[in-house]
């Protein structure tokens, strides 16, 4: 338990199709968040951990990859999510600090669940048992339309794209739907942002609702 002294540790989630710009929000509020004193801890999924990483090559760049199963998916990233539950969260928080994770199991609700077509029931199941107690105080989503969600894959890509980037358009509409759906049905926790407004708007919208729950 923390002390008088110590702040209730929180984790903050960070969800939405790629190509929204998680990570540079994730970069402005964990800037936002030491300077106000408190100690922040940046994750992401699939990953995290030594073990997460490798689980990662696996799911994301694995040659064979087009021939994974849904549910060896599902349980791949929900594998990593144990690992880094246990080995970087889990931790964090006991010690006060807030984390910041790049995607968390809503993910794999959206897309293991809702785009790839997974029964509801078992991937709420295994989500819950790969986290523990351990969930999320907010998640933002930062919406995009598809278009501009795919578009900003093409631009960015370097090399070839990953398998979950060569999804089609039908694909991330479902995705996205999916998230839409998450924050109605949990509107205490989720939260939808704009992601077509600048980088500076979102920053502070993101900033506003953070604060609100620190306190
Ligand atoms: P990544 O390169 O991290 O994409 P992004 O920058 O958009 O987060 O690749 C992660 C991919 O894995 C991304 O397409 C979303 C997908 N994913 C799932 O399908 N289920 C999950 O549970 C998680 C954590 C990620």
Request: charged fraction near 25%; glycine fraction near 6%.
């Amino acid at each position: 338990m923390p002390s008088k002294s110590q702040p209730a540790g929180k984790l903050i989630s960070f969800e939405g199709s790629e190509g929204s710009g998680k990570s540079t929000q994730i970069a402005r509020l964990a800037a936002h968040l030491q300077e106000i004193g408190r100690e922040v801890v940046a994750t992401r999924e699939p990953g995290g951990t030594e073990i997460g990483e490798q689980i990662r090559n696996i799911i994301v760049h694995n040659s064979k990859g087009d021939e994974m199963c849904p549910e060896t998916e599902l349980l791949l990233f929900t594998a990593a999510r144990a690992q880094v539950v246990r080995e970087v969260i889990a931790p964090a928080l006991a010690r006060g600090a807030v984390v910041l994770t790049d995607r968390y199991l809503d993910s794999s609700t959206v897309y293991q669940g809702i785009a790839r077509n997974l029964a509801p029931g078992p991937v709420s199941e295994i989500n819950r048992f790969a986290v523990g107690e351990i969930m999320p105080h907010l998640t933002l989503v930062i919406d995009v339309p598809t278009e501009v969600s795919l578009s900003r894959i093409r631009q960015r890509a370097t090399d070839l794209p990953d398998r979950m980037e060569r999804e089609n358009i039908s694909f991330y509409t479902k995705v996205r739907e999916g998230y839409l759906l998450l924050a109605k049905q949990w509107p205490e926790r989720v939260v939808v942002l704009d992601g077509t407004l600048s980088p500076d708007a979102l920053d502070k919208k993101i900033w506003t609702e953070v604060q609100m729950r620190l306190e």
